[in-house]
DNA sequence: CCAGACTATCGCATATCGACGATAATCAAT
DNA sequence: ATTGATTATCGTCGATATGCGATAGTCTGG
């Protein structure tokens, strides 16, 4: 995960030509591309994104990895904002955060 | 890098309710979504950007990283195909390759 | 309250990243 | 050929990702 400690972003200064967005438009779209960086997270976005209805656990059941491993992957979704999940009863229902998704389409985008 | 070897993908299988597009288009993003997935390489492919004129070295000096370190992530970036490397004397001049870079957009845009 | 289902978290192991310095490799010019 | 500049690669280190099984936590229903 990028969260190493930049020492610091010369960008930007009298001696640099570029009029480029700030850095921290740079580590948002490091943060939101790295949540999408890994195969079984692209999935586990489509398959909320195709289920317009939450799902839950039955992530697990579509995906050929343990029940811990898609655990993980829904933390780092949710730690990055793209997804949100909420308690059900025993289970817990995911669904994709739209405004998320369309800041990270739209930074994409304005690359 | 989201190399690992992917067991099985019963995605779009009978039993799955999903006309989600091919894993391998899942892998597509990853991979491309991973090379920008680090502040430095998002800044990197800005300053490519930019600069229609394609840069060579000049990209360590508008980083605050060892030359070492920008090198690895050129490799990274070329890797993924969104930065192409020619040879221009003793420099090289790396450039954006604009085709993977509006891939990128579509893929991430059709999500 | 207890049992069952569902989910999150904890360890652990392995692999890779990200950073650096040092060193090799490459090319132009003298 | 040698030098100087530029870039790539190597080796190392610490941190982190990724995977799993096992375990703990949480909630519902009986």
Chains 1, 2 share one sequence.
Do not use: F
């Amino acid at each position: 995960m990028p969260k190493q400690a930049v020492k610091k972003m010369p960008c930007c200064d009298d001696t640099s030509p570029c009029s480029l967005p700030t850095d921290q438009s740079a580590e948002q779209i490091a943060a939101l591309a790295w949540a999408i960086a890994h195969p079984a997270r692209v999935r586990i976005v489509r398959l909320l994104i195709s289920r317009n209805t939450c799902v839950c656990g039955e992530i697990v059941d579509e995906m050929p990895l343990a029940q811990s491993t898609v655990s993980q992957h829904l933390k780092i979704l949710k730690e990055s904002g793209l997804v949100q999940g909420e308690v059900d009863g025993p289970k817990v229902c995911y669904c994709i955060n739209s405004e998320k998704l369309a800041a990270l389409k739209s930074l994409v985008a304005s690359l």
